[in-house]
């Protein structure tokens, strides 16, 4: 039976609703006597039957309904975390393969400048204050960026949040390196000798 409502006449019927098979000697044995243990039927138990296979039906229906409202939900977060992780990877590699006649180290500031007359995009560690009114000096510049270690870039507006990040992660890493060795010299303490 789907999970369909249940129309009057299908509850009047026991449509929907299955009843235990009774025996008076289960088995071939008689536990209990029949006639004290079940209460005298009344004609509209069915329907009653019915009602609450039809109620759980629709619970089990809204539950599941529920369930799968909360995973779209997940699914549409991690969408847009994938989208958000791609286009970091496009920036990155585009910084990656911009010009470049220093060796590029993790730590560094770097500014990403694009010629006019060109359009060649190129990496520099001088910043746009710093080339002044320098004739040879570029005109457009497209932000300035952190190497990580890792070889990513952190756009400079960025970089304090990043590195308070990093902080706050490196609390946690050494006090569980912490926990962790406290744990280990506990169990060496109790190892029996």
Known sequence: ???????????????????????????????????????????????????????????????????????????????????????????????????CNIVKKPGQIYYLYEKEESGEKYISIISPKEWGSSVSGPKTCHGAYRMEIDRTWTPIEEIMHKDEEQLMLDTVLSSKQGIIRAAISMEQYNKPN
């Open 1 to 99: 039976m789907e999970l369909s409502r249940i129309t009057d006449s299908q509850l009047r019927a026991g449509v929907g609703a299955k009843l235990v098979e009774q025996s008076a000697r289960p088995g071939g044995v008689e536990l209990v006597s029949a006639s004290r243990t079940n209460k005298t039927a009344s004609p509209h138990d069915i329907v009653e039957l019915a009602a609450v296979v039809q109620r759980g039906d629709e619970g089990v229906h809204n539950a599941a309904c529920n369930k799968l409202s909360v995973i779209a939900d997940q699914i549409r977060y991690l969408q847009e975390q994938a989208k958000k992780v791609l286009e970091k990877a496009k920036r990155d590699s585009e910084l990656h393969h911009a010009a």
